[in-house]
């Protein structure tokens, strides 16, 4: 076991001290990152490295180096040369192990100036946490900074030709604030060194700080025993509202308080206690069903989006559509027609996914999207970018009607639900024998992940699969959306 407390251990300590603990003394109870927070990973090392080519010369002591003792070594010989840009540079002090993303040695003014590199488009106190203790760690043992600089996303960056780093990033002077962060650091890494040595796992009750500023990695530790539809299972509302009640002892929905509470809250509660299957609120229902004409469209696009825009006219974090499936119905006496269309990786979707919707979407018709606003936002996206499709584009995206909306709304609810209001969740709660369970990719995370696998995916045999499974889940989402149209048209001329 690693003596050191590095950098990421330190922070861990700041969110939690048993998750501190339970890091260095039960690291089997961690659960490996999931492929999708993997391929996060992934891209903040590709924003890193992408930084690092700003420096031309710049020497990465990780690559010269493979063990920690070998790059504090190095890092010293360089360091008292003070000549070349540092990456990765390794230091430690009271055995606090940092290794800082890049050192610029600033000449005959001395000093280094330190940058630390961030995958999001803006700053962040837990950035600044970081910062900090880097900044310590390397001004303890005798290295003088002067000045910090953060370097995160610049959201207004659009790609022309070759990614640009010297526009790609924005660059924010964050000296003053991490001098002002020393304060108390000496007596937190003491504290933490304690934390370390001690035999048993620390007691600490769930809180807050399990979200913030990350999901803890132990939460299938300390969140196990929670009874069934906890009161944290409650839909929206404020985490430290139900934490509040949670140290009361109100531990479930069941028994929550419905006074002051929105109504949707109200009606999950409400449902907990009375058992009603579905509760309709006929009016409300009948009107929101009064807007649906024929020709029906039911749309859902799939997207990604990526820190380094891969595409000209792509800023970073650009959702771009990939796949598009439609459900379209002329009449109610006629069976609805499927249209799909999905863009290989590596190709720029963005033309071919608005050709095939701007060519089948029927004039005049009723747009029907679940969670609507990303599929609004993809068909004024598209109009944009291709004036010969606007028209139809325009249309479909003024015409959009939100499913998620009567759920939403309260105008229906059934305890099996959850509170829960995503697809997923709703159409097995109404339409019967349909759901996701049977899906390889059932989730929009999912969908991201096997679209990125394509890239690097070598057998075709197994990139077709991929691409089937892709298709499935984008064609359930607007057939479920179809069966639900019909499941609320058949609960909105029921009696209450
Ligand atoms: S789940 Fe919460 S209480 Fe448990 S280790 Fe993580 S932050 Fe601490």
Not at 204 to 221: K, L, T
Not at 349 to 367: D, F, G, Q, S, T
Not at 420 to 444: C, H, N, Q, R, T
């Amino acid at each position: 076991m690693s003596t050191y407390l590095s950098k990421s251990l330190f922070m861990k300590g700041l969110q939690c001290e048993k998750a501190l603990w339970l890091t260095k003394h039960e690291p089997d109870l961690k659960p490996l990152p999931s492929s999708f927070q993997q391929a996060r990973f992934d891209e903040g090392h590709a924003v890193g490295n992408l930084a690092k080519t700003c420096f031309e010369n710049g020497i990465d002591i990780a690559q010269k180096a493979s063990t920690f003792t070998q790059r504090l070594s190095l890092t010293q010989t360089l360091l008292s040369a003070a000549r070349s840009t540092l990456f990765e540079a390794t230091v430690s002090y009271m055995g606090v192990l940092v290794m800082a993303d890049i050192l610029i040695p600033n000449g005959y003014s001395g000093g280094w100036t330190l940058i630390e590199v961030k995958s999001a488009t803006s700053e962040k106190a837990v950035f600044l946490d970081d910062i900090a203790v880097q900044y310590w760690v390397l001004t303890r043992s005798g290295i003088r900074i002067s000045k910090v600089e953060l370097w995160v996303v610049n959201s207004n960056y659009e790609r022309k030709g070759p990614i640009d780093p010297v526009v790609f990033f924005k660059r924010m002077d964050v000296t003053q604030s991490i001098r002002q962060r020393q304060k108390g650091l000496y007596e937190q890494v003491q504290h933490f060194r304690t934390v370390l040595k001690t035999k048993t796992r620390p007691e600490v009750a769930i809180g807050p700080q399990c979200f913030s500023p990350y999901d803890c990695d132990f939460m299938n530790v300390c969140w196990a025993n929670l009874p069934e539809n906890s009161v944290f299972e409650l839909a929206g509302l404020h985490r430290d509202k139900k934490f509040e009640w949670f140290e009361k002892g109100i531990t479930t929905v069941a028994e929550v308080p419905t006074q002051g509470l929105p109504l949707f809250q109200q009606i999950q509660i409400n449902a907990e206690n009375e058992d009603h299957g579905v509760r309709v609120n006929q009016p409300e229902l009948q009107q929101f069903l009064a807007q649906l004409h024929y020709p029906l469209a039911c749309i859902d696009f799939e997207g990604f989006q990526m820190a380094l825009p891969p595409f000209d006219g792509l800023k970073p974090y650009q959702q771009v559509p990939f796949l598009v499936s439609m459900h379209i119905q002329h009449s109610p006496d006629e069976a609805p027609v499927h249209i799909e269309k999905m863009v290989s990786f590596g190709e720029d979707p963005r033309y071919l996914i608005a050709e095939v919707v701007a060519k089948n979407i029927p004039k005049n018709a009723c747009v029907v999207a679940y969670s609507a606003a990303y599929e609004k936002s993809v068909l004024h996206q598209l109009a944009q970018l291709f004036p010969q499709f606007s028209e139809p584009l325009l249309q479909a995206a003024q015409s959009v009607i939100d499913l998620m909306t009567p759920f939403q709304k309260g105008f229906v609810y059934s305890k099996k639900m959850r509170g829960k209001l995503s697809i997923k969740s709703v159409v097995p709660a109404f339409v019967e024998g349909l759901s996701y369970a049977d899906l390889v990719i059932a989730d929009g995370e999912m969908a991201v992940l096997a679209y990125s696998q394509l890239a690097t995916e070598a057998n075709e045999a197994q990139k077709k699969e991929l691409e089937r499974q892709l298709r499935d889940y984008c064609t359930r989402d607007t057939y479920a959306m179809m069966q639900l149209i019909q499941a609320l048209q058949k609960l909105g001329v029921q009696q209450p």
